[in-house]
């Protein structure tokens, strides 16, 4: 007999005295109902017990009124785990994973942490594991893949018909290029190799994100490099270098040109295709200093582009939205290109279906997947008015140009009466988007009721009035949505 304890208590689903209180015993295909009963039973009463700070200022003193589900996120009034929790219950889940049956019936019971795809997925999880029964998590992971790919394919190719719909009113022009988009598309989906367009632009997001976690001295290095593969001067019609030009680039990468296969004739008809080469080499060499396999992967991959040998690409909506934005640049029909946003949004990620998660982690470990299915639970800051960090004062001012008085975008304060608790995936999904009045995508009801519980709090005295008096007026001022802030005690900071 195999015993594996679940640590979560009565009253405090997390808290060290109770780890021992409940146990799930597993016995060859069996699994005992009695403690499955006992550990729902010891979860539905929990209350806020947890240490909070006298007087709440900061960020992380905040993200602790989400323990316990003590306060709810404020766009869609789900419960939050703070890191602590969602750690301990990610440990919990990993000893469940060996019998699928029984870590869906658990992660289920904490459904409401969960976003809706989310749910639907482990339900799915619960709904496989009866017809495979004593199988580990990993097991029917493989089993749920293939018909979750067919699933996802057919909803891509319905939304890249739907885009195929839309070709007429683009200058004709742009006609041959849309059309290359959409059939190469189509390959990454199916996993054809091809021709790969290459995109410098394209490169450098995927780029960025692989060098996230690097020393800032090499992924400096790194970026700088890559960066260069976006000047404008290789978009140009002639294939000649200017000789300037390429001095400083070799000087600012440190790139020897009497180096064998680093010198490139500015006058030569390749020299521009011989210069990315030359670049993507250099970046490979800066990742092999930390073996940095996928930089290196990823540039090998693009070198293949460059040259015009066939390669297998996954379909990235990311990398799509960016070739598509290269091809819609000059278009200046905003009707149009409303259009095309509102379709290509439609496209499915692992955030907002559960078919798109299954696909993209369906080679990963069981300990990923699991991490992966919980970290979008946890509580964040969320910035009520966007504060905007990529965005410049001169796009502020353009675009406010095409929108109305009571639409238009400001930047936010960073400070606690503009700060609020949201879910990872919520406050993915508000991001800078305008959310006010028919925009708004969330549960009203969910503000209404997360005010209300700031109300509470401020009258314990772990909160200023005015505070949540500020965090009402930004709610509003990006919501088009009212709080009432009945019954509190008004208190300065």
């Given at each position: ?5 679940i ?5 405090n ?5 109770n780890?021992?209180s409940?146990s799930?015993?597993i ?9 499955i009963?006992t ?10 017990n947890?240490k909070?700070?006298t007087?709440?200022t ?9 323990k316990?589900g ?23 889940s ?11 019936r ?9 976003p ?27 089993k749920?893949?293939?018909?979750a790919?067919k ?6 190719f ?7 719909k839309?070709?007429p ?6 006609h ?16 054809i ?11 450098y ?7 996230k976690?690097l ?15 976006t ?31 680093n010198?490139v004739s500015?006058?030569a008809?390749?020299a ?20 940095h ?8 991959l ?8 066939p390669?297998?690409s ?7 939205n ?13 009707k ?7 379709i290509t949004?439609k ?8 078919d798109a998660f299954i696909?993209?982690?369906k080679?990963e470990?069981?300990d ?5 299915m919980?970290e ?13 960090r990529?965005t ?7 675009r ?18 503009n700060?609020?608790?949201a ?13 006010k009045n028919?925009?708004f ?8 009721k ?9 009258n ?7 505070s ?11 919501t ?6 009945k ?7």
């Amino acid at each position: 007999m195999k015993v594996l304890p679940i640590t979560f208590g009565i009253h405090n689903p997390f808290s060290a005295n109770n780890l021992k209180s409940a146990s799930t015993s597993i016995s060859g295909n069996s699994i005992s109902q009695n403690n499955i009963d006992t550990f729902t039973r010891n979860n539905n009463d929990i209350s806020f017990n947890g240490k909070i700070p006298t007087f709440i200022t900061g960020k992380n003193d905040l993200k602790r009124l989400a323990k316990n589900g003590h306060i709810g996120c404020i766009w869609c009034g789900g419960s939050m785990f703070i890191q602590n929790e969602l750690d301990m219950f990610h440990h919990i889940s990993k000893r469940l994973a060996s019998s699928s049956e029984l870590f869906s019936r658990v992660i289920l019971h904490f459904k409401d942490y969960l976003p809706p795809e989310r749910i639907k997925l482990v339900k799915q999880i619960s709904h496989y594991s009866k017809a495979y029964p004593n199988h580990d998590l990993k097991y029917i992971f493989n089993k749920m893949t293939p018909p979750a790919e067919k699933r996802l394919i057919h909803k891509q190719f319905f939304i890249l018909q739907n885009l195929k719909k839309l070709k007429p009113e683009l200058p004709v022009e742009l006609h041959k290029d849309f059309d290359i988009l959409l059939n190469h598309s189509k390959y990454r989906i199916l996993g054809i190799p091809y021709v790969s367009e290459y995109s410098a632009k394209e490169f450098y997001y995927q780029l960025s994100n692989l060098s996230k976690n690097l020393p800032s001295p090499r992924k400096e290095s790194i970026l700088n490099t890559a960066k260069i593969l976006t000047h404008p001067i290789f978009k140009e019609i002639d294939p000649e270098i200017p000789d300037k030009w390429l001095k400083r680039v070799y000087k600012q990468t440190n790139i020897s040109p009497n180096t064998k296969g680093n010198y490139v004739s500015p006058y030569a008809q390749n020299a521009k295709e011989k210069l990315k080469l030359v670049l993507l080499n250099k970046i490979i060499s800066l990742a092999k200093e930390g073996n940095h396999q996928s930089i290196i992967d990823l540039c090998n991959l693009t070198k293949n582009k460059v040259i015009g040998i066939p390669v297998t690409s996954k379909f990235s909506n990311k990398a799509f939205n960016y070739k598509l934005n290269e091809i819609l640049e000059d278009v200046k029909d905003e009707k149009l290109l409303k259009k095309f946003s509102r379709i290509t949004k439609k496209f499915p990620t692992s955030l907002d279906n559960k078919d798109a998660f299954i696909v993209k982690y369906k080679n990963e470990s069981t300990d990923t997947i699991i991490s992966k299915m919980l970290e979008d639970s946890l509580v964040t800051l969320e910035h009520i008015t966007p504060i905007l960090r990529n965005t410049s004062d001169k796009e502020i001012k353009l675009r406010n140009k095409d929108l109305a008085k009571n639409s238009r975008i400001k930047r936010g304060s960073d400070n606690i009466g503009n700060w609020a608790l949201a879910h990872r995936w919520c406050n993915a999904l508000h991001g800078s988007e305008n959310i006010k009045n028919e925009n708004f995508p969330f549960s009203r009801e969910a503000g209404i009721k997360y005010f209300r519980t700031l109300v509470e709090d401020v009258n314990k005295g772990l909160l200023s009035g005015e505070s949540v008096i500020n965090m009402a007026k930004n709610y509003f001022e990006q919501t088009g949505i009212k709080i009432k802030l009945k019954g509190m005690k008004y208190t300065h900071e």
